[in-house]
């Protein structure tokens, strides 16, 4: 009922409960429904979600411009999952230049926030150290 009458969190709570089938039948379509009003309303976890959706092309066609676009929204309000998916995006240069300086950039970012992706993006972090040290 609270998605229904436009509360974001609930949005994007029936959007995982779509993606994952959690009460519902799992229907990436109605996941994505969801995640696209919370995030039209600026709801960090929403854009990240689409982000990841959009990369991986679950329940939309893969776009990586899309999958960027939506990252660098929830990262600009300090996501953290945003962050490091959007420094693999400058990494891989998957949508964007590669370019492994931005990606660092952003997985500090996202590192120093620490909680498990911290720790995930501390690890990308040393590990080009290591390789950029040979």
């Known amino acids: 009922k609270a998605a229904a009458q436009g509360y974001a969190r609930a949005e994007y709570n029936l959007g995982v409960d779509y993606g994952q089938g ?3 039948p799992q229907d990436y379509a109605k996941e994505n429904y969801w995640y696209e009003k919370a995030a039209a309303q600026g709801y960090a976890d ?3 979600n689409l982000g990841f ?3 991986h092309g679950q329940g ?3 776009d990586y411009a899309k999958a960027n676009y939506w990252f660098g929204k929830a990262a600009a309000q300090g996501n953290a999952g945003a962050e490091i998916n959007l420094g693999d995006a400058y990494y891989s240069g998957h949508g964007v230049p590669q370019d492994t300086m931005e990606a660092i950039h952003w997985w500090k970012r996202a590192a120093a926030q620490g909680g498990r992706v911290g720790r995930a993006a501390q690890h990308l972090i040393n590990l080009i150290n290591l390789v950029e040290r040979g």
């Open 22 to 24: 959690q009460g519902v």
């Open 46 to 48: 929403a854009e990240c």
């Open 53 to 55: 959706d959009y990369g």
């Open 60 to 62: 939309v066609p893969q």
